[in-house]
């Protein structure tokens, strides 16, 4: 049963223009939700979080939404930089014990 | 600060053989997570460990089991490998207390089952 999905594998951008990473949950139990960025030969990094009180939180080109009603969140990379290429995971918690991870998507930023 | 390190960084091994990983997590952790990446299947929560203790367990058999000690730092065993059991293990560390979320992870130890 996955809790958490990104039904998208990869995802291509032109370099300069808007990357909108997608991501749903079924677990209305889950408060707190992450991005983090994984390259090649490395393990993944955090990127941004949100809690569930909120709707939205950004750091610099980076901004994440929530729609809890949709139980869904969305990564937005503005401008995106060939450096973006990477792989992103959407993972949610409930108490930070335990962190539930989707599949990823691969993203790729063209210049 | 150094980051949370992993041991080996790959290891072949062949069906019916056991292993054991190493993570020691980031000076302060007491939380230790792991995770098994196979391509298409994203990061699958094997089990978190806090002061010695597991906390959490995965949806994994028996067969994977884990332990950590004094100092943090953890370990996980793998018996009767399967080739299934080929993918990349990560572990991760925290402070472990609640609402701290973010986790910081290791570069992976990437199994080849044969």
């Known amino acids: 049963d996955q809790q958490v999905k990104q039904n998208s594998p990869s995802l291509s951008v032109q370099e300069g223009r808007i990357s909108i990473l997608n991501c749903d949950y079924t677990?209305?139990?889950?408060?707190?939700f992450l991005w983090y960025k994984k390259y090649p030969a490395e393990g993944p990094t955090f990127l941004i979080s949100?809690?569930?009180?909120?709707d939205k939180n950004e750091d610099g080109r980076f901004t994440v939404f929530l729609n809890k009603s949709a139980k869904h969140l969305s990564l937005h990379i503005v401008p995106s930089q060939p450096g973006d290429s990477a792989v992103y995971f959407c993972a949610a918690n409930t108490g930070g014990f335990k962190t539930i991870f989707g599949a990823g998507t691969r993203l790729f930023v063209k210049a | 600060k150094a980051g949370v390190t992993q041991t080996p960084r790959y290891l072949i091994k062949t069906r019916g053989q056991q292993v054991t990983l190493s993570c020691s997590p980031i000076?302060?952790?007491?939380?230790v997570s792991w995770y098994q990446q196979t391509p298409g299947q994203g990061l699958q929560f094997l089990f978190e460990?806090?002061?010695?203790?597991?906390?959490n367990k995965g949806n994994f058999p028996g067969r994977f089991s884990g332990r950590q000690f004094s100092n943090s730092r953890s370990e996980m065993n793998v018996s009767t490998l399967e080739l299934g059991d080929s993918a990349l293990y990560l572990c991760?560390?925290?402070?472990?207390?609640?609402?701290?979320?973010?986790?910081?992870f290791g570069p992976g130890t990437r199994l080849t089952v044969l």
């Open positions: 677990n209305s139990m889950f408060d707190y």
């Open positions: 991760a560390s925290n402070s472990g207390q609640p609402s701290y979320n973010e986790q910081f």
């Open positions: 460990y806090f002061s010695e203790t597991q906390r």
């Open positions: 000076s302060g952790h007491r939380s």
């Open positions: 949100i809690s569930s009180i909120k």
